[in-house]
């Protein structure tokens, strides 16, 4: 069975849900397409001990305002999954799960999205997968051979998980200093915390709100021609979050320099002393996730879409939204995905009206 709408929206994370609401002020007639049985996005995924960079009032996605959390400046995980679960209701985005998108492809005027169930038509596509959903493994030699345990940031839960064991961090950016810092305040387990260079950490005082103002402001350079600012990059690598913080200030969160393979047992150093591991929790971040994207055939050689905006050059039909600065200034967090959402919205009301 074929069925159709105007735009049909891929994702239904904070990124889609951010469109579904500019769609809905721009009164077209779409339908959000997630993959997920349960509404959260990959928020509902994340460790245990996570929370936000900013206060709730600074981590909002378009409309409603994210309500504190009793007792916590920060939010955790599980606050913002509440919180999407509700802004879905409030707003009544017509979201349907699970559904996974296959592919889309051209179909003369519209472009026709195939999923696992259901075939969907539609005049536009937002994608909005996010980068979750493809967690990156560096091609280290030994990673093969090493008998231990291995996983990314996407599978990390909680210390308990690894009481009594060797662990190695490998990751200087946050991820590995929150997960690293939560392990070691644990205390269960021997950590090692290994980086490519020296950690740069943020001000004290700086957080999501600055983050965003610095994504901003370099995105409106190179918009006008201006020198590159270095956005987030140029204040550095790591927020100092509370844990962080506290891991770091208590000697507990020391960085090794980055080893140079893993055998069976350990890791081998650049000087070839060796030290042995029982995991490796890999925190070396993630690619967009963009398979469905693939019979467009709009990928370069980087992996990105060339794209004005949010809008893809090659497909003005499509829409990219939430992979970062690529496609919007820090359009990878709560609250600067409603600005190319709203942008986004708006063009795609200006093509429909044309044809």
């Not at 951010?18 to 077209?28: D, I, P």
């Not at 995980?77 to 879905?88: I, T």
């Not at 690894?162 to 490998?170: D, E, H, L, M």
């Given at each position: 069975m074929t069925r159709?709408?105007?735009?049909?929206?891929?994702?239904?994370?904070?990124?889609?849900?951010?469109?579904?609401?500019?769609?809905?002020?721009?009164?077209?007639?779409?339908?959000?397409?997630?993959?997920?049985?349960t509404p959260g996005g990959a928020w509902q995924h994340t460790w245990d001990s996570l929370h936000l960079f900013s206060p709730a009032a600074?981590?909002?996605?378009?409309?409603?305002?994210?309500?504190?959390?009793?007792?916590?400046?920060?939010?955790?995980?599980?606050?913002?999954?509440?919180?999407?679960?509700?802004?879905?209701?409030?707003?009544?985005?017509?979201v349907q799960r699970a559904v996974r998108v296959l592919g889309v492809h051209r179909a003369g005027a519209l472009l026709r999205v195939e999923t696992d169930g259901e075939e969907w038509t539609a005049r536009a596509v937002v994608s909005a997968t996010g980068t979750w959903w493809r967690p990156f493994l560096p091609a280290l030699p030994g990673r093969a051979d090493f008998a231990g345990r291995q996983l990314h940031t996407v599978e990390y839960r909680s210390p308990a998980d690894?009481?009594?064991?060797?662990?190695?961090?490998?990751g200087g950016g946050n991820s590995g200093a929150q997960i690293a810092a939560d392990l070691a305040l644990d205390g269960r387990a021997e950590v090692t915390w290994a980086t490519q260079r020296p950690p740069r950490y943020l001000a004290d005082d700086i957080d999501g709100r600055a983050l965003f103002d610095a994504a901003t402001a370099r995105r409106r350079a190179l918009d006008a021609g201006r020198a590159d600012t270095g956005g987030v990059a140029s204040l550095g690598d790591i927020v100092a979050v509370p844990p962080v913080r506290q891991a770091r200030d208590a000697g507990l969160l020391t960085a090794s320099p980055m080893f140079a393979s893993l055998e069976r047992d350990g890791v081998i150093r650049s000087d070839g002393t060796r030290a042995e591991a029982d995991v490796v929790v890999w925190c070396t971040g993630f690619r967009p996730a963009l398979t469905h994207l693939a019979p467009l055939r709009l990928r370069n050689s980087r992996g990105h879409i060339a794209t004005e905006g949010t809008r893809a050059l090659d497909e003005p039909r499509l829409h990219l939204l939430g992979y970062g600065d690529w496609t919007g200034p820090a359009s990878a967090t709560l609250i600067g995905v409603g600005r190319p959402a709203r942008d986004a919205a708006r063009e795609i009301a200006v093509l429909l009206a044309r044809n």
């Open positions: 159709h709408a105007d735009v049909v929206v891929i994702g239904g994370g904070q990124a889609g849900l951010a469109a579904g609401y500019h769609l809905r002020r721009q009164k077209l007639d779409f339908v959000i397409l997630d993959a997920q049985a600074f981590s909002s996605p378009p409309g409603r305002l994210m309500p504190p959390q009793q007792g916590q400046e920060y939010p955790g995980a599980a606050h913002v999954v509440d919180y999407l679960r509700d802004y879905e209701k409030r707003y009544e985005l017509p690894f009481a009594g064991q060797r662990v190695i961090v490998v």
